[in-house]
Structure formats: structure tokens, C-alpha cells
């Protein structure tokens, strides 16, 4: 899923000569909505996208010591989550930072305490919030990709708005909730979105600011050679 992401946003890089506003709204509203419909899909059972992109197979072959990479590997968290939620009546606020749910499969001391978290980003924040928390993520990465395509001078904040898009997608698949540089890169690309004096930066401007860098950073280092040139 990732790698899908990156290559749309490769496409619109080089291509954006000739890709106007009205087709980066069109990607990002095509990346927003196409999670929900396939989650009311599978919810009513009507159809299952993660069963299409794997197979009923387990995810380790004990026969042959080998995995499975195209195991359907979602579909059980979903099922055992939303039971979950469904049995604590908490689908609508959650059950707070200490969230956990039950699960049957992960269970392997046979305690019932229940697993603390899931692989699925989207599990995780619905376990925590409920409906209200997905909905308030949904509304910040919606509200800063439309400030960043139509109320920006520069193609970069355009191309964090696509990058944002694509996180609300692999959102439903994988996007395990973690405190490292991705997390912190995925705000900083909506703090951008969000600043009013970024989106007002031009291109000419933007590329002059990071020349500026490296031609700082090759002085420092220049100067650094020289001093230790004249250290010895």
C-alpha cells in the first residue's frame, strides 16, 4: 500500500506541469472516500477488499517453516475488534488511553486480558476514541489537504496535501500507531498544510531556502577542513 502512495506521488511530481488543482482534489477526494466505502462493503459483507488482495491461507506455513505473504491478515483483527467494542457498548467514545480488546486468537495464555492494541492504525484509534476520535482524524487531514492545494502558492504544500491523503488510506491497512520519525513527519506535513505563512511561500522561494542550507552546510564544512588543516 505504501509503495502505491509513493508512486502516485512520484507521477504527480514529475507530471506537475500538467496537473492542475482539479485533479489533486480529485486524488485526494478519491483517497478519502474509497477507505469508507470499502469499510461499509465489508461490514454489510457485500465485499471484502483485504480477502481480494490475499487468500484464506494461514499466515505461517508450519509445514514448510515459510510465510505467507499473501494472507488476508486484517479481516480477523477487524472482526475481533468491532465484537469487542460491540460487547462494551464503547463503538461511539472508545475506552480511552488504556484501550484494550478481546481477542480469541491472540490469547495465548488463555488469561482473556485482551491485546492493548492492533496492527491497523485505524483499530487502534477507534479502540481509544470510538467513532468521534476517527471522525476528528478524518476532519484534521481533510480540512489540511484543502488548505493545502487551494490556498497554497507552492507545489510542495500541494504534494504534502497528496502525502496526506494517501496516510488516510493506509490508515485502514497497516499505520501501527508509534512515536517515531514517521509519526512526527505525518504532523509536521499537516502543521504545513495548517500555516498560513508556508502556503504563502512561492516555489522560487522555497528552492532558495534550501540552497541556502546546503550552501551553509558547505561552508561549515569547508571551514571545518581548513581548521583542522591548520590544527595540524
Known sequence: MRVFISFILIG???FKNFIGKAILRFICLVFFVVPLVFLALGFTGQFNIFKLMGDDEQVA????NEANLTADTRTLLYEEVYRSMDKHQSLIWGEGAASKYESSTFDYLNDGRGRYGAEVGFLNTLLS???VGVGLYFMVLFVACYYGINHSKNFLCK?????LAGRWVVFFAEDITKYDMNYYFLWLAVGLCFSNRFRKISDREIRAFFLLIVKNISLKKAEYIAYLRLGR
Open 12 to 14: 504527480v511530481y514529475y
Open 61 to 64: 506455513n508450519l509445514s514448510e
Open 129 to 131: 476514541s470510538g467513532i
Open 159 to 163: 504534494m504534502l496535501s497528496v502525502f
